[in-house]
């Protein structure tokens, strides 16, 4: 399994809180990657890095922001959490963009619960 | 917009019987394509990826997926599904046209029937 942690692995919050989650590797890839799960609606990507200080939107980046100060580390913050932001989180790395042939490994996700 | 269908929202087989779960992408002139398996409270698993060359490839588990460009489809199948199959099943595309993203479908929840 790539090495990918995710920390923290379950977390209950209330409306208006600032959340940061945070995503480990240990493979030492370039691409990393936030996606929501929600219910049918399979992954959406939130944001991705394609290098240290390197972040981009995805689809649905709205009441996110990102940060990434080293190759290993990838934080995902909600500035103040609403309960439209429950959900499960999951990280993901790949050594290349995924426009090219690359797949991509995930981490075990975080159940984030806003009430 | 690109975007990836998958039309069953659940499928259910008995032990024993073939499986095939579709997936459709809306373009992509040399599209990489996925499918993941993800086991209730897990993260995804890579079942099997195509990038190039024979369109039939094998994965992981005993599951085999078809690329046909023509009808711009990635069918995942299994000739014969064991009780532990039971998962949700995401396929996913990426492409130039998708920039440095995977697009995933909305899954298919796969249940077995002893």
């Known amino acids: 399994d790539a090495g990918i942690t995710q920390s923290p692995r379950h977390k209950v919050t209330e409306t208006g809180t600032p959340v940061t989650l945070r995503c480990h590797q240990t493979e030492n890839h370039r691409y990393m990657y936030w996606y929501r799960q929600d219910p049918g609606h399979g992954l959406r990507l939130i944001h991705y890095s394609y290098g240290v200080k390197d972040t981009d939107k995805g689809e649905v980046s709205d009441g996110y922001s990102v940060s990434r100060s080293k190759t290993e580390d990838f934080l995902l913050t909600l500035e103040s959490a609403t309960s439209s932001q429950t959900s499960v989180y999951f990280c993901?790395?790949?050594?290349?963009?995924?426009?090219?042939?690359?797949?991509?490994?995930f981490g075990p996700g975080t159940r984030l619960t806003v009430l | 917009a690109q975007s990836v269908t998958q039309p069953d929202i659940h499928i259910t087989v008995s032990e024993g019987a073939s499986l095939e779960l579709r997936c459709n992408y809306s373009y992509g002139a040399t599209p990489y394509l996925f499918w993941y398996v993800q086991s209730p409270g897990q993260g995804l698993q890579l079942l099997l990826k195509y990038f190039s060359g024979d369109t039939l490839v094998q994965g992981i588990k005993g599951f085999e997926a078809e690329f046909k460009r023509s009808q711009s489809s990635f069918n995942l199948r299994k000739p014969s599904v064991h009780w532990s199959d039971a998962a949700e099943y995401f396929c996913a595309v990426g492409a130039v046209e998708y920039g440095n993203k995977l697009v995933f479908g909305a899954g298919t929840i796969l249940r077995v029937k002893s």
């Open positions: 993901a790395i790949s050594e290349l963009p995924s426009g090219r042939a690359s797949e991509q490994f």
